[in-house]
């Protein structure tokens, strides 16, 4: 029964990266970009399906629900932005397709010798009955740094995208000096406009 | 599967995205192609937790450090785009670059 199991888990992960890496190949092969969108949507499904199965419950949702959301948004901005994001008129939008294909080509080759020569330590202790309680304990202890890290880099993150992304900043509506008694904008609003 | 496997899983899924951000010309496009390098290094790391070191957490927070890239990529690349589209209505690459001088 456990040998069945194992089996069917083994063909399952197969499956699954069979289906990430074709449809990672169909992300730039499809006319319409919203299918390129559901097509690396379906790439990084299967990446937590993967991760999922590897015993990471935690991650692999995370993952799931992350790359599900993320490119929901993605559509929304490809539809917003994109000149042709129906792929209605088709149109190669590409640079050095062939300078690109040889460099990649190169670096599989040389990941794949280095995956296939070195010599990898064989599997040492036993995953422990709660690997998200391990992450937690982990995150929260000795690598609390790399947390703190990614928090700075998060918040960050938030703060350049508003600044990025907003139409009329302040030194638009109080000018350069941030002077001015009464901001500056369109339509004015408050008390008393 | 083995360690191995999942290795080249990962590569394959790491070269994809490589060619994808190279060649593409549209910066949303280019995007998809980080996504999908980060989604290799993600299963590189779930495995070489699994196969070699399940013990220790270090695997999962390489996975936690690789999805924080992702949303922080995506984040940046969205609001870069939307800047660029503001000021020139422009969203390819080469078209940013023309423009620059």
């Known amino acids: 029964m456990r040998a069945l199991l194992n089996d069917v888990i083994f063909w399952v992960l197969a ?17 319409s970009m919203a299918r390129a969108t559901y097509a690396l949507l379906t790439s990084l ?9 590897l015993g990471l419950d935690y991650l692999g949702v995370v993952i799931v629900l992350m790359m599900t959301i993320e490119m929901a948004i993605m559509a ?18 590409v640079h050095n397709k062939q300078g690109a294909a040889a460099i990649c080509a190169v670096v599989f080759a040389v990941l794949a010798a280095g995956i296939l020569l070195a010599p990898w330590p064989s599997r040492r202790g036993r995953p422990s009955d709660d690997p998200t309680l391990d992450l937690g304990l982990s995150l929260m202890g000795p690598q609390m740094l790399t947390m703190m890290t990614l928090g700075l880099a998060l918040f960050a993150t938030i703060v350049a995208t508003v600044v990025l992304a907003t139409r ?3 030194y ?22 | ?32 192609g980080l996504e999908l390098m980060l989604g290799g290094v993600i299963v590189g790391a779930a495995a070489v937790w699994h196969y070699i070191a399940p ?47």
């Open chain 2, 55 to 101: 013990a220790a957490a270090d695997g999962q927070v390489l996975v936690v450090l690789a999805v924080t890239a992702m949303a922080v990529e995506m984040a940046i690349g969205f609001a870069v785009v939307t800047a660029l589209f503001r000021a020139r209505e422009v969203d390819m690459t080469d078209m940013a670059a023309e423009l620059k001088e």
């Open chain 2, 1 to 32: 599967m083995s360690l191995e496997l999942f290795l080249l899983l990962a590569a394959a899924l790491f070269c994809i995205g490589l060619f994808g951000a190279l060649t593409q010309q549209s910066i949303v496009m280019l995007m998809m």
């Open chain 1, 168 to 170: 009329r900043g302040r």
């Open chain 1, 15 to 31: 499956l699954l990266a069979l289906l990430a890496v074709a449809s990672g190949v169909m992300v730039f092969r499809f006319e």
């Open chain 1, 76 to 93: 929304v901005f490809m539809v917003m932005y994109m000149m042709n994001p129906a792929g209605l008129m088709p149109m190669t939008m």
């Open chain 1, 172 to 193: 638009d509506r109080f000018g350069d000096d941030l002077k001015a008694r009464r901001a500056d904008d369109p339509v004015q609003g408050g008390r008393g406009r």
């Open chain 1, 45 to 53: 499904l299967c990446v937590g399906g993967e991760v999922l199965l």
